[in-house]
C-alpha cells in the first residue's frame, strides 16, 4: 500500500521567512514524488517532481529515501505563495495499475 | 501546459435522479482518467482510475454500480452518479495523464438535493 503524510493543516509563516512543508511517504517499490498546488479558486496543478530536481517559484524538495521525506522548501516566502499544498505519490497497485496518491494538503499562510 | 476540462462545473439535482459529469483533454490524449472525490477541507480521494476503451479500476469502498465511469475516447471520460443522494454531494475533480503528467480539471460541485 501507498501513503502519503502532511503532518500539518495551516502553516503561518511571515513574508520573507523560510518555509518547509513537510511530507513523507510509504512505498515499498520506488516511488515518483510529486508537489501539487492549489491557489485560491483555481484548478490543482503541479509545482514540482523530484526526478526533475528543478527549483519553480523558489521552491525545491528532495526525496530523502532514508527518510522516506519529500519535504517542499523555499527560502524566503512571499504573500503569492499563500496557498493550498498537496505531496503525492505515484506507484503501481497491487492490480498494476498506476496509481497517484495525495497527502490531506498543508494550507501554507504567508503573512504580510 | 496541457488543458482538461470539466462539464458542468456544478450542478444541483433532486434525490434520486442521476447525473453526468464530463472530463475532456482538450489538447491532448489521454489514454488514463482519474476521478477523485474532495471532502471540504479534506485531501483529494480517487475514486477510479479510467482507461480508454476498458472498464474501469475502482478503489476499495467504491462503489462500482453507482458511479459509473466510462472512458469512451482518448479524450472523454465520463463520471454517472446514478440515483443520487444527498451525501453524495462533494466536489468531484478529474485528471488526465499525459506526458507524464496529470492535468487536473477544475472540478464540478454537485449538491443532490
Known amino acids: 500500500a501507498q501513503r502519503v503524510t502532511q503532518p500539518e493543516k495551516l502553516l503561518s509563516v511571515f513574508k520573507g521567512a523560510p518555509v518547509e512543508l513537510k511530507c513523507n511517504y510509504s512505498?515499498?517499490?520506488?516511488?515518483?514524488l510529486f508537489w501539487y498546488v492549489q491557489y485560491s479558486r483555481q484548478r490543482l496543478q503541479l509545482l514540482l517532481r523530484?526526478?526533475s530536481r528543478e527549483s519553480i517559484k523558489g521552491f525545491t524538495a528532495d526525496l530523502n529515501k532514508g527518510e522516506t521525506s519529500f519535504h517542499l522548501k523555499k527560502p524566503f516566502a512571499q504573500e503569492e505563495d499563500s496557498a493550498m499544498y498537496y505531496c503525492?505519490?505515484?506507484?503501481?497497485?497491487?492490480?498494476?495499475?498506476?496509481?497517484?496518491?495525495f497527502g490531506t494538503g498543508t494550507k501554507l499562510q504567508v503573512i504580510p | 501546459g496541457a488543458v482538461v476540462s470539466q462539464h458542468p462545473s456544478w450542478v444541483i439535482c433532486k434525490s434520486g435522479t442521476s447525473v453526468k459529469i464530463e472530463c475532456r483533454s482538450l489538447?491532448?490524449?489521454?489514454?488514463?482518467m482519474f476521478w477523485y472525490r474532495q471532502f471540504p477541507k479534506k485531501s483529494l480521494m480517487l475514486m477510479a482510475t479510467?482507461?480508454?476503451?476498458?472498464?474501469?479500476?475502482?478503489e476499495q469502498g467504491v462503489e462500482k454500480d453507482k458511479f459509473l465511469i466510462n472512458h469512451a475516447s482518448l479524450t472523454l471520460s465520463t463520471l454517472t452518479v446514478t440515483s443520487a443522494h444527498p451525501e453524495d454531494s462533494s466536489f468531484y475533480i478529474c485528471?488526465?495523464?499525459?506526458?507524464?503528467?496529470?492535468?487536473f480539471g477544475p472540478g464540478t460541485r454537485l449538491t443532490v438535493l
Open positions: 485528471s488526465a495523464s499525459g506526458r507524464a503528467e496529470q492535468f
Open positions: 512505498y515499498s517499490g520506488s516511488p515518483e
Open positions: 523530484h526526478i
Open positions: 503525492a505519490l505515484s506507484g503501481v497497485n497491487s492490480g498494476g495499475y498506476q496509481k497517484v496518491t
Open positions: 489538447d491532448f490524449q489521454a489514454t488514463t
Open positions: 479510467s482507461n480508454e476503451g476498458s472498464k474501469a479500476t475502482y
